[in-house]
């Protein structure tokens, strides 16, 4: 393994901090190699070239040898044009990345969550702070791990999920019919469900009753640990 080189593969940049005099150590989110650690040697010289490159929210084509801990880097080129974010839309990038980081595991490779972060970047650059989108990847991310939501039935008496009706979600487990059984998970009506699940969140209610959702499943998986974009993000509104 430590022997690999590949060349020019799809990826963004999550996170870097200096290491070592003129260098810097990176996460790394590729498509085809997963979240990984990789030292960039020297990219802080005057003459490199290469620190405006290494950049969140910038699609790149990186080449790297070892894989191990710790990659080391061969060459990196643009793939495009950097994605311009700014205000709340910077701090919903932020977010993305810090749930990377925060919840998939490294050398796992994702293809379909690397690119609904490509779809969720280009949206947020395209518009501000798309909730839509913000939900769609999330519902992403746990499948991807294997922690995808049962949206689409009643988990205690099978049936279909009825828009009018309204549900208690109980977390690892999924939708109960409040009618059916009083829970300590978040109530939302069915019609937000069945809207989640076909990633078409369209109405102020369902937009509403999806985010306070999704922040109870994504809390039980961070252990309760807070996320330091939402802190930024409430800093950013006061």
């Not at 929210?57 to 994605?83: C, H, K, Y």
């Not at 939900?135 to 499948?143: A, H, M, P, S, T």
């Not at 999806?210 to 961070?222: E, G, I, K, P, T």
Request: with cysteine; hydrophobic share 35%.
């Amino acid at each position: 393994m430590r022997g690999e080189r590949p060349d020019l593969q799809p990826a963004y940049i999550l996170h870097q901090r200096p290491y070592r005099n003129s260098s810097r150590l990176l996460e790394v989110f590729s498509r085809h190699h997963g979240r990984f650690g990789m030292v960039a040697r020297g990219v802080t010289r005057r003459r490199s070239g290469l620190q405006g490159r290494l950049q969140p929210f910038r699609p790149l084509l990186i080449s790297w040898q070892g894989r191990g801990d710790l990659a080391t880097m061969r060459g990196v080129e643009p793939d495009g044009e950097p994605l311009s974010l700014s205000g709340a839309a910077l701090m919903s990038g932020f977010y993305l990345n810090e749930l990377l980081l925060r919840l998939t595991g490294r050398h796992v490779a994702c293809p379909a969550l690397f690119d609904s972060y490509c779809d969720t970047l280009n949206r947020l650059a395209a518009g501000g702070v798309n909730q839509e989108a913000l939900r769609i990847f999330e519902c992403r991310l746990l499948e991807e791990l294997g922690y995808g939501m049962i949206l689409d039935h009643d988990v205690q008496s099978g049936r279909p999920i009825q828009p009018h009706a309204r549900y208690c979600y109980h977390i690892e487990r999924g939708p109960v019919e409040v009618a059916a059984q009083q829970g300590p998970g978040p109530q939302v009506a069915g019609s937000t469900l069945l809207a989640l699940a076909a990633g078409e969140l369209r109405d102020g209610r369902s937009l509403k009753e999806a985010r306070h959702l999704m922040r109870m499943v994504l809390n039980h998986y961070l252990g309760g640990r807070p996320l330091r974009s939402r802190e930024l993000f409430r800093a950013l509104k006061e």
